[in-house]
C-alpha cells in the first residue's frame, strides 16, 4: 500500500501560484486555449482535453511502457476550483502539449467509491485520495513512471503556471535547477 513507504516532494514552488491565482479571483479564459487543428486532427480545446484522460490502470501501465509520467487530477463534483481548472487549465493548448508530450493522465473523485488498481492495489478513490494525504481540492499529484508517487500540489493552478511545472518536470529540469532558477531563465 502507498501509507508511511510513500515519500514524495510537496510542489512548494507552485504555492506562490497559488496564492495569486485562488486569492483574486480573477479566471483564465479558455481562449488561452489555441483553436486550431493539431496532428491528432481535434480542433476543440475540450475535445483535445476530453482525450488526455485514461484510467488509472491504463496510465500506469502506458506509463511503464513508454517511460512517461502519471499526472493524477482529484477532484470532487462540488469544488468550484476543479471544475475551473479542468475547464480552462486543462483547455490551454500548451498545457495540452506537455501533458501529451510527458504524461498520462488520470482523474480521481475524491468522494468516490469506484474502485481502481493503483500500483497493483485496489482500492476506492476515496481511499486513494486519502492515502495520498489530500485534504484539499483539486490537488494534482505526478507519479513517476516506475509507479513511485514524486509530486503532489494541492489548488487551483493556472494554465501558464502548470505548465511550467509540466515542464520543468517533464525535461527532467529538476534534476538540474531549482524551479525559480528555471522561471528565471
Not at 479558455?30 to 475540450?46: C, E, F, I, R
Not at 475535445?47 to 484510467?55: A, V
Amino acid at each position: 500500500m502507498i501509507g508511511s513507504k510513500m515519500k514524495f516532494i510537496i510542489l512548494k514552488f507552485a504555492f506562490l501560484f497559488l496564492v495569486s491565482g485562488c486569492a483574486d479571483g480573477d479566471s483564465i479564459g479558455t481562449d488561452s486555449a489555441q483553436a486550431g487543428v493539431n496532428a491528432d486532427g481535434y480542433d476543440d480545446p475540450q475535445e483535445q482535453r476530453d482525450q488526455l484522460w485514461n484510467s488509472m490502470e491504463e496510465a500506469q501501465e502506458k506509463a511503464a511502457e513508454n517511460d512517461k509520467w502519471v499526472l493524477i487530477d482529484i477532484y470532487t463534483d462540488w469544488c468550484a476550483y476543479c471544475r475551473q481548472m479542468y475547464n480552462e487549465t486543462y483547455t490551454n493548448q500548451k498545457v495540452i502539449d506537455m501533458l501529451n508530450e510527458y504524461f498520462y493522465v488520470t482523474r480521481v473523485n475524491a468522494e468516490s467509491d469506484e474502485l481502481v488498481t493503483f500500483n497493483g492495489d485496489e482500492l476506492s478513490m476515496e481511499r486513494l485520495a486519502a492515502e495520498f494525504g489530500v485534504t484539499s481540492y483539486p490537488t494534482t499529484v505526478i507519479v513517476q513512471p516506475d509507479g513511485e508517487p514524486f509530486a503532489i500540489q494541492p489548488g487551483f493552478i493556472q494554465a501558464d503556471q502548470f505548465a511550467d511545472i509540466l515542464t520543468y518536470v517533464g525535461t527532467g529540469a529538476y534534476e538540474e535547477v531549482s524551479f525559480d532558477q528555471y522561471i528565471s531563465d
